[in-house]
């Protein structure tokens, strides 16, 4: 079965530097989910998108932002990187036509700001 | 959201049947409970999820108290393989997960 793709799967970047992470969601899932992961921790939510809309938001940092574009697709934007931005980036997708929504998670995108 | 408590380790012979215990006391009717667990550094994967009734799919069982405020999450029959941080969440509708500590469950060979 088709899974929920991420790219790039490893990135390294400077402090005060760009990144784009992008995820495609399972076939017919229609909302997108980005979780941060920091080394030794639960993962946090960040924010969410439905039928290109933020749907719900977390503790996404002002320096980040995202979007869902037609094709159901979604690019996380960081900007002005700082070393604590190294984390693992989690995107997920669900189906939302109904409860209970259950999601299914990437295998991630590991960045690294040095 | 609900918060949940769970145990932060627990360890479980192979071949056996191992039980993870959540409580949620403040959950909400309409809220699920679901079950997701993380191999080292690979993404969540989603386990199981129950609303009021006991549910049982390939991978686990879920055991639902009649007051909803605990559950239960069963292995049957624990690998190697199911080493993993297992995180009960509670949550009722198509929003962002909020991850706890979890359980690190270690399977002993």
């Known amino acids: 079965a088709a899974g929920v793709i991420q790219s790039p799967r490893h990135l390294i970047k400077e402090k005060r530097e760009t990144a784009t992470l992008k995820c495609y969601p399972i076939?017919?899932?229609?909302?997108v989910y980005w979780y941060q992961q920091g080394p030794g921790q639960d993962p946090q939510f960040l924010i969410s998108?439905?039928?290109?809309?933020?749907?719900d938001k977390g503790s996404i940092p002002d320096r980040f932002s995202a979007q869902q574009f037609s094709d159901y697709h979604s690019e996380l934007n960081m900007s002005s990187l700082e070393l604590g931005d190294s984390a693992l980036y989690f995107c997920?997708?669900?189906?939302?036509?109904?409860?209970?929504?259950?999601?299914?998670f990437g295998p991630g995108t590991r960045l690294t700001v040095t | 959201d609900a918060k949940t408590t769970q145990p932060t380790s627990m360890d479980c012979a192979e071949g056996r049947a191992a039980n993870l215990p959540c409580n949620h006391s403040?959950?909400?009717?309409?809220?699920?409970v679901y079950w997701y667990r993380q191999i080292h550094s690979q993404g969540p994967q989603y386990i199981i999820h129950?609303?009021?009734n006991n549910e049982t799919n390939e991978m686990a069982s879920l055991i639902i108290t009649e007051d909803r405020k605990s559950s239960t999450l069963i292995l049957p029959h624990a690998t190697l393989r199911d080493t993993a941080v297992y995180y009960c969440?509670?949550?009722?509708?198509?929003?962002?997960?909020?991850f706890g500590k979890g359980t690190h469950l270690i399977i002993q060979p």
């Open positions: 997920a997708s669900s189906y939302t036509r109904g409860a209970p929504y259950e999601q299914y």
């Open positions: 076939p017919r899932h229609d909302t």
């Open positions: 998108f439905y039928e290109k809309m933020q749907s």
């Open positions: 403040t959950i909400s009717g309409n809220e699920y």
């Open positions: 129950g609303l009021k």
């Open positions: 969440i509670v949550g009722g509708g198509a929003d962002g997960l909020t």
